[in-house]
């Protein structure tokens, strides 16, 4: 089945470094991905979708230029936190839509990114 | 708006019994509705979804869930808890096609005591 495969799983990195996720989809296109954020014991907030060849759409309250997204190819999607400081610590988790609508979106295993 | 709770932040229950993990939801349209399943430090796994047809659905791992329309409610369910179903389960409305954005529950833990 459909498979998205998210890297590095985590990330252990000094304030002030920008980090980059890299979210790619196996064996299927992905024109659009999500990207998720989940703080400890909490739910996942949506901060923004990426889009193969236009902007990504962020979410209200969610920095533009803390989180930046690329949607290089229809394979793969990235999330790059810029000059990372301990509050940006968290789970990071993308997720592609399905390729059929009446499907459930398909996971990454997310990345652990702890700022010290 | 889209939304939905999970009113139990921590559901316990005893291996061998059954049980019942609750979702009700808010959605303008046709719900798209879905329960997921993660492990520590994991991302999350479906379960199981209801779309259309029978209010009953199964899923994987022995669980199941019933679409209410009328109280608009998803409550996860299994008839005997495992020690393994232990994790964070959350439920998820999608207003509609797979584009569409996927709306979270809280979550809820799940602790099955042996």
């Known amino acids: 089945g459909a498979v998205v495969s998210q890297h590095p799983s985590w990330v252990i990195c000094k304030s002030g470094t920008s980090v980059k996720i890299e979210c790619r989809s196996l064996?299927?296109?992905?024109?659009?991905m999500f990207w998720y954020r989940q703080f400890p014991k909490q739910s996942l907030m949506l901060m923004a979708t990426?889009?193969?060849?236009?902007?990504?759409?962020?979410e209200q309250g969610v920095e533009k230029d803390k989180f930046l997204i690329n949607h290089a190819s229809l394979t793969l999607s990235t999330l790059t936190v810029t000059s990372a400081h301990p509050e940006d610590s968290s789970f990071y988790i993308c997720?592609?839509?399905?390729?059929?609508?009446?499907?459930?979106?398909?996971f990454g295993d997310g990345t652990r990114l702890s700022i010290l | 708006a889209q939304s939905v709770a999970q009113p139990e932040d921590q559901v316990n229950v005893a291996e061998g019994n059954p049980l019942t993990v609750k979702c009700t939801y808010s959605?303008?349209?046709?719900?798209?509705l879905f329960w997921y399943v993660q492990y520590p430090n994991r991302g999350l796994q479906f379960l199981l979804k209801?779309?259309?047809?029978?209010?009953l659905v199964k899923g994987s791992y022995g669980f199941e869930a019933e679409f209410n329309k009328s109280q608009t409610s998803f409550h996860l369910k299994k008839p005997s808890a495992l020690v393994s179903d232990s994790a964070l389960y959350f439920c998820?409305?999608?207003?509609?096609?797979?584009?569409?954005?996927?709306?979270f529950g809280a979550g809820t833990r799940l602790a099955v005591h042996p």
């Open positions: 959605v303008s349209g046709n719900p798209y």
């Open positions: 209801y779309i259309t047809g029978d209010n």
């Open positions: 998820a409305v999608r207003e509609g096609g797979g584009y569409n954005k996927l709306i």
């Open positions: 064996d299927f296109q992905a024109t659009t």
């Open positions: 990426s889009n193969e060849g236009s902007k990504a759409t962020y």
């Open positions: 997720s592609a839509p399905p390729v059929q609508g009446n499907q459930p979106q398909h």
